[in-house]
């Protein structure tokens, strides 16, 4: 990692998510058992891992009636370009004890699908972190809905986040769940992409306070400005405008759940890195900024490609004020189709440099906005 985002190494920089994928998808005869009988097979090893587990190391560790604990290591890949964790990584985290929580409630012949991913963001995350613990309840089910709730945790113990979930239950369609195939041959020696060396631009205070946001983001769009969130998910930059960012990302099979679909949380992680940026644009040399809250809403099922069918998160500030900005993001597959639409709002410090953590129970107050 270095200091100079216009290194000429820039094209030997590693791209996870264009290596053949690992891990595997579970395949419809999982219908036959009920959802909490499922994950229980799941823990016990009896069903496979599937592929954005071995890609960020996010795993069940724990599962009953009406509750689900999840956990990630807090892996240097997810740094930005100023070494912190971005807001998105809660979210990430968060959905799958959310679902999982519901779908111990689910019987058979019954699937689970995400509709609603609401956070509030707390604290924000490093590698000092050193682990992500979710842990999600059922609030309240029916033969249709439920809602969920989680508290996440670093690897200390403290509160990094709540969130909230309102998910379906559907009879599931055999038909439609895909036929599990073998996993493709890799290397054995390679470690899973969360565990390789770290690669990309993670800069220091002293580029931050020299350097305004709409230069910063002009870089990440350019592709001269790569920091190692950017590497593992291969997202890539289209626009860079005050107030406006254009991010993509590739619906690869590494994105993939355990039922073939592209998991809830990396949608909305990338609905949170089109906004963060399209706030970042707004913000002058030595600010530093840290999102409060968004609300996803998972529109449609997103079906893995090829690279080249990428997903489109259009951010866009809607309102910039003193010290709060509020944002709005819509998701959009390689058809154009709206898959997911977001929202949020970030607390803006002016002066505060990204080498101390921005706490936002001891910033916000009463009067800002």
């Not at 409060?292 to 809607?318: E, I, N, Q, Y």
Request: aromatic letters at 6%.
């Amino acid at each position: 990692m270095g200091d100079d985002p216009t290194a000429p190494a820039r094209q030997a920089l590693a791209l996870p998510l264009r290596e053949p994928p690992r891990g595997a998808i579970w395949g419809p005869n999982v219908l036959q058992r009920s959802g909490l009988e499922v994950l229980r097979s799941f823990l016990e090893g009896r069903l496979p891992a599937p592929p954005v587990a071995a890609l960020t190391g996010l795993r069940l560790s724990e599962v009953g009636l009406g509750m689900a604990t999840a956990a990630m290591p807090a892996s240097g890949w997810w740094q930005s370009g100023a070494g912190v964790f971005l807001a998105g990584t809660i979210a990430f985290v968060a959905d799958l004890p959310l679902s999982a929580a519901v779908m111990t409630s689910a019987p058979t012949e019954t699937l689970v699908t995400s509709s609603q991913l609401s956070v509030s963001f707390l604290r924000p995350a490093t590698i000092a972190s050193h682990a992500f613990v979710s842990r999600g309840r059922l609030i309240h089910s029916t033969r249709s809905l439920g809602l969920s709730e989680a508290m996440i945790e670093d690897g200390r113990g403290r509160l990094l986040g709540h969130a909230t979930s309102r998910c379906v239950l559907v009879r599931g369609d055999r038909a439609a769940i895909p036929v599990p195939v073998p996993a493709t041959a890799t290397d054995p020696a390679l470690p899973d992409p969360h565990l390789r060396a770290v690669e990309g631009d993670v800069l220091g205070q002293e580029f931050w306070d020299a350097t305004p946001g709409i230069e910063v983001v002009r870089r990440i769009a350019a592709g001269s400005l790569r920091p190692p969130v950017t590497l593992l998910f291969d997202l890539r930059g289209e626009e860079a405008r005050e107030g406006e960012f254009t991010m993509t990302m590739p619906p690869s099979h590494w994105l993939c759940n355990a039922f073939g679909t592209i998991y809830g949380g990396a949608i909305a992680f990338l609905g949170d890195v089109a906004m963060t940026l399209a706030v970042a644009s707004t913000v002058p040399a030595g600010t530093a900024y840290s999102p409060l809250d968004m609300t996803v809403h998972f529109l449609r099922p997103v079906l893995p490609g090829d690279a080249s069918a990428r997903l489109v998160a259009r951010g866009r500030v809607t309102h910039r004020g003193r010290t709060i900005a509020v944002t709005g993001c819509e998701i959009t597959d390689a058809k154009g189709k709206l898959v997911a639409q977001a929202s949020g709002s970030s607390l803006i410090l002016p002066q505060r440099p990204w080498e101390r953590p921005v706490n936002v129970g001891e910033e916000i107050a009463p009067d800002t906005g």
